[in-house]
């Protein structure tokens, strides 16, 4: 993850392998529409270069460079997109090769700040939809996020990397619960940026 206060940043990336890597760059803006990601065309930061090769066991640098002279008032958000492109087949018998996509979070934006998270439960016929409204100046990434019921039965919602909510947006995860009744109160627990994440909500009646 890249995060930066002033217009520019830079990544390396290692070719491990013993074969030479030709990847493709590509830097979107990402936003959050209704607890759903989305990735925008953008012209205000650019990714360079936007295509390179890698010898075996060599480095190679891609910079990131917001455009916008302007200081970032609020924090942006942008995904890094770096594509392993696959030589071409040596052989009509040869295996097939797939491309590895690599996807990194870019943030811009002044420095300080935190999330300010509100959660809300909604079920319906057995299916727990759990949303994250952030209200703070800075996304949160939260992992190994889980439910706790009533009766103090455990829900797992995502054992690692449960994802990211964007400063001003919402996210959500779904999950099967059918000991989770309408009315009921569950708790909300999570490693966030900030620290431990845990909210007391009442599941809701989906409209």
Known sequence: MLFRSGAASKISIT???KDVINAQVRIFKWVQVDGENQLLPT????????????????KATIRVVRLTKTPAAA???????????PPPPRSANAAVALTVRHNLPVFFGPRGGASDLSWRAVVNKGQLRIVASNAGSRHSKLSELAVVSGSGKRISIADGLAGYVLSGASNQWRAKAKSIAVGSTIRIVAKGTDGPVEAT???????
């Open 201 to 207: 909500v009442q599941v809701q009646a989906a409209n």
């Open 75 to 85: 924090e942006e958000s942008y995904r890094l997109i770096v594509d392993e492109i």
């Open 15 to 17: 070719n491990l392998g």
């Open 43 to 58: 012209r205000d930061v650019v990714a360079s270069p936007p295509a390179m090769k890698i010898q075996a066991g060599r």
